[in-house]
Every structure is written in C-alpha cells, then in structure tokens.
DNA sequence: CGTTCAAATTTGATCGTTCAAATCCGCCGA
DNA sequence: TCGGCGGATTTGAACGATCAAATTTGAACG
C-alpha cells in the first residue's frame, strides 16, 4: 500500500551495510571508531554513507549508549513589561557552543502550581537529557542543591554560596561597577553614588562590594547616604534619583545595577533639566539594547555572554563525559561600553 | 563494585510490571491506554509507578513509537547591536504552549558556512524530531520549500507566499498599522508618514499596506513624499526624520515599522526641539521593551505573541499526529499600546 | 453446565543502534 | 606445513519501550 506521503523509511545501518557489502558492525565502528576499521573498507562504508544520506537514528543511539547528547535549559516566565533582553544572545551562545560539540539544546518550562524542581525531576526520571544549564541562581539555589544531591551533571551561569564545590561561571560584576567608578573618577567625580538592588542577591551584592572597592582605589570615602538599595524597575529609578537629589550635597554620578534603574535616573534628570552626561553622569549595568537607545545614550557595563556561554558548556560536557572532572569556576571579566551618559 | 556516583538505575517498565504483579504491558497500557485496564489492576499498577517514581524512558519510548515529541527552532545568530526582543517572549510561549501537549523544543543553529536548509536535514536524517516551528520567513522562503518538498511537518510564524498551502500564524501587521493611523487621525492627524523597511519582506510590504488603508479609511490622500522605504536602523530613523523635514509641509505624525526606527525619529525630533506627544506624534511597532523606556515614552503596536505560540504549536502538532489535517492559517490581531509619543 | 464472545491480560517480536564475544583472515616463525 | 597471533570483521544480544498476536478470564446465555 502506497500512501501519499512520500515519507521514505530513513536508511539504517544494515542498509548501509548492505550497499558496501560489509556487516552492519562494521559501518558503526566506522562512525565511532574508524581506527578499527581497514582504511580500504572505511572508504567504501563512508561511500554508501554518503549515496544514501545516512545518519544515525538519535533515538536508537540515544537508547543503547544511554546518553542523549542533549542539555536542558529551564527557561523563566518573563514578568509582564520586565526585559530579558540577554536571554536572546544567551540562548543563540549556548546553542551554538553545544553544537560545535555534538549536542543540543532542550528548552523546558515549568507547569502552573509546579515548583522548579519538579520539572528538573521530570526530565531526569525520563532520561531525557544528560545534563543542565542553570541560571540565574540564588545564594542557596534550591535546584543545585537538588541537581547536587541527584548527582546529575550541571553547570551554572551565575554563583550560589553552597559548601559543596561544583562548576559555575559567571561575570565578575564586582569588576564591572569597579571599572564603571574608576571611569567616573577619572573624568573627575568625586561624589559618586550606588544605585543597587536590596541585599540579597548574589548579583547585586557583588555589583554593591565592586562600587566600594572603586571608591577605595579612588581614594574616595564611602557615604552611606551614597547608598539606595531598591528593587529593579524604572521606576525606582526615579524615585532614588529623588532620594539622592534632596541631599544637602547631592552627588555628580550615579553608577546603577541595571540599566532599567538608569532608565528612570536618566528620565528625572531629564525632568529636572539636568545635562546626564554633562553636569553629571550615569552608568547602567548589562547594556542591555535599550542602552543604545536611550536620551543621552547610556554608558553601560557588558556581559561577555558568548564567552559564558561557552565556558559553561565546556565544563558541562566534560562532567558528563567524565563524572569524576572536578568542578571549574570561571569569573569573566565585562566590559564598559563608553557613551554619552558617562 | 561500587563506583563513588549514587547512579540508582531508573526503574523500567519491568520493575514496575514486577512490583504490581502484571505483566510489563499492562504497564505499558495503563500509560497510554488506560481504558484498556480493570480500574483495579490500573490503580495498582499507578502506585507501583508513583512509588518507584518511574516515568518512560524517552529514547526507548521514541524508538519504538517512531516520534520523539520534540520539535525544533532554529535559532539565528544576533546580529551585533540588533534587537531581537521579542524572541524571550516567543520561546518562553512556545515551550510552554509545547509543554501543555507534552512536547519539547529543540534549539538549533546553523554552522558556520552551512545554510540554513543544511541544519534542518540533518535533524531530519536522524529523526531528531518530529517537526519545526519556521519563524522569520520570507516571500519564497528556502527553508518552508525544503521542507514542504520533504513533507516534513511544520509550522510557520509569518508568511510566505509560495502556492503550495502550509500551516501559518501571523499578526496582522496591516491591521497594526491601520490601528496607529486611525489613533493618529482621530487626534487630529492630517499629514501622516511612514517610515518602513525597503520593499521585500513580506512583514514590512504588509505594515506598508496597513498604512496606505489607514489613510483610505480616515479618507486622507496618501502622498508619495511621506512614505520613507529604509532598512532597520536608529541611525536609519534618525536620517528619514531630517527627510521628511525637509519638505515644504513635513508630516506631523509617523508611523514606524519598528521601535528602532521610531527611536531614531524620537532622537531626531528631540534634537530639533520638537515636543512629540504635543506638536507632533510617532508610533512604533513591536512594543519591544525599550519603547516603555524611551522619551517620550513610545506609543506601539503589540504582537500577541503568547497566542502566537499557541496556536502555531497546536497547529504544527495537529500535523504530527495527523499528516492528512488541512492547514490552517490564522491571523491574530495585534493591540496599540498607547504611550506619551502619540 | 457447557459454550461463546468480548474484555483483560500476557507473550513474543521489534524499533536501530552499540556492546561483547566469536570468528575469520593473513602473516610470521618454527 | 602448520600453529599462533593480532588485527579486521561478523554474529548475536541487549537497551526499554510499544505493537501485534495469542492467551486467559469472566460474564452471559441457551
């Protein structure tokens, strides 16, 4: 019975075999061990490899070699009107740098009422993936705990405070708000304020301990009233430019944790007529697209995230391949993209 | 002997077919056919399952049953500076809208030097998936030829416009443009330009036509001299705003045909000292996450991208399960938010 | 009470690959 | 000439599930 769906059965291994006259065998040890296999013989298998367009069976390889040559990346509802505008880049990185090694991406979401772990257990009791891409991890982060516990191998974008070593990279963001108050100070500021998000997270906190450390090579003393800690959001920016400008001394520069919170910096300064990039100066953090874009355009600390993104995955694939790999942390250093802000 | 790994083999279909007393098909029908079962023996069989915590394994599972629910995206690189905000959004929707039916997405890239079709034989050759969901596709889009002549199943996010029928979503970009005309006109707008991309994609001829009937409706008289054809670009934006200036009577109000050229137009009119939002209006289309953040803070079309995802999904796995299904084709409305530029 | 038939359950084969073990082959040296 | 040996190749089983066919069970009925 022919349908009509062309839908030709894909050849296997004993077509190929058949075609070059060998045992099936032989054509997988020419695609997994081509040194076992007579050079003469190799190039005839490779031959019919080719005529019929060949390629293994993942399921079929996947079942018997008990590895599926995949990662899983748990990906986060976006909350209405908040940007992830990294996830794009980091995403294309990530799947680019698995490629280049073989593998792929499987994207998972978790279901309504289901916490995070539970999706992460779906997958391992499937045998779905060999492995995972973490990000945007907490001090104790309960899926690493959880994927520690499991042994099921994983690499972080992010940090956690956790005993138990295990592989991370992530951006040194202390680096980042040390460079971006180096920069002020060298263009003369001497009153530079923090804008940050409360303590908490490990991100911001690093970000926070960076801006001190500037202010220390500078030879500039902290002030705590230099210090709004608020939540993320244009909005709180605005309202911390406030804070800071009804100081008897108000500061010259704002150096920010994200560039939303520059956003609503820039936006109040703009309402009270003063010249960002002139009187005074502002740096966001991440340069994210919107940085580009923004009135001045905004001088903002970038993640180098094809570089972290290939990072993680060299350290999770040499988990998976070797259980028994210790655990590589890399720190990154970002860069400070120079505009009119700042 | 032990090795240091906890390692606990997964629990197969036999473990549980042991611990219930059945035989290791009726677990197999309690999964997948459940009506075949004595409600006794099936609720056996699930607390044998619930407190092993087995769950299929997916190779062995797609092996046999020839499907792998997975379906993959490929995803393209970023073009250094470009914005593709919307892209967070969509792949969120779209696992999720996957993971409700019980699929998975796959992410993909092309190599360097291979093309696009490329990466989508080999998934196909090696039975990777069961279908794709094409997005930013184009008039005689290779990749949808490709796979139409392979009658492999997929789903496009977009147009073309090849003869052959194939499942499609799409926004309504001409009724997004249609919208902004109409607010514009109903604010008094008389001369109303459009700043689109250069005649070809399929996406920007529409938002082109949504425009010109736009128009019509309000019963204007569209003048050649306020339709500017430029690539996507701020700078793009910026150049067509001194353009449109220069004519004798200048437009009072644009239409983009994306946030990024409407920031350019906004940057522009803020250098000429224009008040948009009081003297003179600019929409932008997207409503990526930087329009919020613009000054004036941007008035633009939203593309309802969750139900995008949806509906692309159930179409493209309608097509899995059914090869014979019709396609469908759906045109979703999209909404203008509106903000201070217009 | 035996027969019949549908429903419930089991048995055995199979998907396409890789692993492990067996066999084959050619060459060398005694 | 033949045994031995090592590399090349083949054979057969297995991974863990589903499909198809065979078998058992049980209820209904003459």
Redesign the pocket.
Known sequence: MSTSRAEV?????????GRA?????????V???P????????ERVQRAIDELG????R???N????STRTLGYLVQPIAAGAINAVLDRFLHALSDAARIQGYHILLFTRAEGQDDVAAYRELIA??AVDGFIVSETNYQDERVRFLLRREVPFAVFGRTELDEPHPWVDVDNAAGTRQAVAHLSSNGHKRIAFLGWPEGSITGDERHRGYREGLLAAGLTPHPEYEVRRPDGESEGWAACETLQALTEPPTAVVCCSDLLAAGVLRNAAARGLRVGEQCAVIGFDDTPVAAYMTPTLTSVRQPLEAVAETVIAQLIARIENPLQASGQRLLTPDLVLRTSA
Do not use: C, F, I, M
């Open positions: 059965a894909a050849p296997t291994v004993h077509d190929v075999a006259g060998v045992s099936h065998q032989t054509v997988s040890n695609l997994n061990a040194e076992r296999v007579r050079p003469a013989t190799r060949y390629r293994p069976h399921s079929a390889r079942l018997k070699a008990r499937s045998s």
